[in-house]
């Protein structure tokens, strides 16, 4: 991804932004062996940016999914024993990105790009989210129909797309993220979601044994940030 090159140079660490932008200004940037100006922008995946004659290094970027198990807080709190952040690697800055809830289980995707979080969990960029529901009773074609034509909730307006496996398993596929969605939704008719998993996000579908992380194919990344 473009940025410009001082806040490039500042995430790498080396200086400061205002100090970056005073080295352009002096000509002492170089991006792919050219010298740039100020408002230049570079992508440090791809682009050799030099500062004089070091080389700045970008931090590598961490993309994982874990399919979190039941009872485990989506929480960055070392007092919590049983928190995601103990079911993947320790030594990555990564964050979990978005949240599901301590009963919930499935697809939570952890890394240390803001961009990434950012594209995932923003409204903006209508990232589908499939969950596979267990209801308290069997569903009513009505209640269906009803889903699929929008509910208003006390947040907002929300329609589902359904897959019904029986009447009390189904499949959702919702653009929200907002706490308690789904529940919330099937509340609001009448249910009471027993069982919640989340199965996929975007075009990513879940692939790995409760309680186990896999890093994310660069496919996947590219297919997640568009
Ligand atoms: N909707 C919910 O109600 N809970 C979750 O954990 C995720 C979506």
């Known amino acids: 991804m473009e940025e410009r090159v001082q806040k490039i140079i500042a995430n790498a660490g080396h200086c400061s932004r205002r100090a970056a ?3 352009i200004a002096q000509g002492k940037v170089r991006v792919n062996g050219r010298v740039i100006k100020l408002g230049d922008k570079a992508d440090i995946a791809k682009d050799e940016i030099l500062v004089g004659t070091t080389r700045i290094e970008g931090a590598r970027r961490v993309y994982l999914m874990l399919n979190k198990p039941r009872g485990y807080e989506v929480s960055m709190s ?14 990555e800055r990564i964050v979990p990105v978005g949240r599901l809830d301590k009963n919930t ?11 990434f979080a950012n594209r995932i969990t923003h409204p903006r960029y209508e990232k589908e989210k499939t969950y596979a529901v267990v209801l308290d009773r069997k569903i009513s074609k009505e209640d269906i129909k009803k889903i699929e034509e929008g509910v208003h909730l006390k947040d907002g307006f929300l329609k589902g797309k359904i897959k019904v496996y029986s009447p009390t398993n189904l499949e959702i596929t919702i ?16 249910y009471y979601v027993k069982e919640l998993s989340r199965t996929r ?14 890093y994310l194919h660069q496919r996947e990344i590219d ?3 568009r």
């Open 105 to 115: 289980t499935g697809l939570l995707f952890f890394t240390n790009d803001g961009d």
């Open 223 to 225: 297919q997640l940030m």
């Open 201 to 214: 996000i975007g075009p990513v579908k879940l692939d790995v044994k409760i309680g186990k992380w896999r």
């Open 175 to 190: 653009h929200e993220g907002k706490k308690w969605i789904v529940k919330r939704l099937f509340f609001k008719q009448g």
């Open 21 to 23: 932008e005073e080295f």
């Open 78 to 91: 070392p007092l919590i024993r049983k928190s995601v952040m103990n079911l993947v690697p320790q030594d």
